[in-house]
């Protein structure tokens, strides 16, 4: 199967702090001391909206009679 690729876009900034967005979902912001931490941050915080989109809009439909179905991206 193949898996969901996300583009990070990185910037070093004058601390020497890298800062990264998500090209694809660029409402996903954070920083790392290295590329790898500001990766593992960057992934966190893509589930933190994830999680926050699933339940705002579950709310939405509330004591409605709903088919939710897992869909796999090729």
């Given at each position: 199967m193949k898996k969901l690729s996300i583009t990070a876009i990185i910037e070093k900034d004058p601390e020497g702090w890298y800062v990264g967005q998500l090209e694809e979902f660029p409402e996903v912001i954070s920083q790392g001391?290295?590329?790898?931490?500001?990766?593992?941050?960057?992934?966190s915080?893509?589930?933190?909206?994830?999680?926050?989109?699933?339940?705002?809009?579950?709310?939405?439909?509330k004591g409605k009679k709903i088919?939710?179905?897992?869909?796999t991206y090729v």
């Open positions: 001391k290295t590329i790898e931490e500001l990766n593992t941050n960057l992934i915080a893509l589930n933190d909206l994830i999680e926050i989109q699933r339940e705002s809009t579950l709310a939405q439909y088919i939710r179905r897992k869909l």
